[in-house]
């Protein structure tokens, strides 16, 4: 089991920055991929960005490429999203994941930061 903990979201204007953190634990050699989604109201959860232990494959969707940045820090067990230039549609809750294979359903989930950006 890999229990992951979001932290870092919160209210901020258009233009802003803000950096999501996503701690885990357990059995971490199961996380050999770690991912970020959101889910905005009334939306299916997306797809953000995915990094690998390794920090040698890095992918992210198109909405958010250019102005989101995902990092690892293994030694803390913890992953980073940096978003920088946020607009009012990234609003969502924003969700931490962990698998050991790439794949579009994670096994293992965070419970979720709001983020919420006024215009």
């Known amino acids: 089991q890999v229990h992951l903990v979001e932290s870092g979201g919160g209210l901020v204007q258009a233009g802003a920055s803000l950096r999501l953190s996503c701690i885990a634990s357990?059995?971490?050699?199961?996380?050999?991929?770690m991912y970020w989604f959101r889910q905005a109201p009334g939306r299916e959860r997306e797809f953000v960005s995915r990094?690998?232990?390794?920090?040698?494959?890095?992918y992210y969707a198109d909405s958010v490429k250019g102005r989101f940045t995902i990092s690892g820090d293994n030694a803390k067990n913890t992953v980073y999203l940096q978003m920088n230039s946020l607009k009012p549609e990234d609003t969502a809750v924003y969700y931490c994941?962990?698998?050991?294979?790439?794949?579009?359903?994670?096994?293992?989930w965070g419970q979720g930061t709001q983020v919420t950006v006024s215009s």
């Open positions: 990094i690998s232990r390794s920090g040698g494959s890095i």
């Open positions: 357990g059995r971490t050699f199961s996380s050999s991929f």
């Open positions: 994941a962990a698998d050991a294979v790439i794949t579009a359903s994670p096994t293992y």
